[in-house]
């Protein structure tokens, strides 16, 4: 059976896509993300595998141990307070890049902002480079 290290896990669900008998759950609210651990009988190792935080072991199975299910707030967007990533996600992220690409160009810190609004500023500089562009060409 899968043995969880809670202050390991990240909250992002890997184990939960990987997993071929639906024996870890996931549950979402617009706040939280939950992922559930059952006691799986099965040895296929996938979840041990693909979980990028080693949080997962195999052990033998007991019939006495509990189930683990933990539970995370999502985090708010800073620029549109939409909540899109567990902390532990985020922190993981941050930390494995170097700090010259923690934050864009301009300085905005974009780890700690959300898709949503990375894609906006981003479309949103492009038009203005074009519409800048196309004016130093005109006569
Ligand atoms: S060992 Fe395999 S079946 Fe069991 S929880 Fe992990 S992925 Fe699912
Ligand atoms: S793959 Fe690992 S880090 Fe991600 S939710 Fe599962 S146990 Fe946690």
């Known amino acids: 059976m899968i043995k969880v290290d809670v202050n390991k896990c990240l909250g992002c669900f890997s184990c939960s896509n990987v997993c071929p ?16 651990w059952k006691k799986c009988k099965e040895e296929c190792d996938l979840c041990v595998e693909f979980c990028p935080a080693k949080a997962l072991t195999l052990v033998p199975f007991d019939e006495g141990s509990p189930e683990t299910t933990v539970t995370y707030d999502l985090m708010a967007c800073k620029i549109c307070g939409e909540r899109y990533a567990t902390e532990p996600m985020l922190k993981r992220i941050e930390s494995s890049l170097p700090e010259n690409l923690q934050k864009d160009s ?3 810190d974009w780890i700690w902002i959300c898709p949503v609004c990375r894609r906006n500023i981003e479309a949103e500089r492009a038009t203005k480079q074009m ?3 196309r004016t130093r060409k005109s006569p």
């Open 21 to 36: 008998s639906q024996n870890i759950t996931r549950t979402e609210t617009p706040e939280t993300r939950s992922v559930h």
């Open 106 to 108: 301009t300085g905005l």
């Open 131 to 133: 519409v800048l562009g």
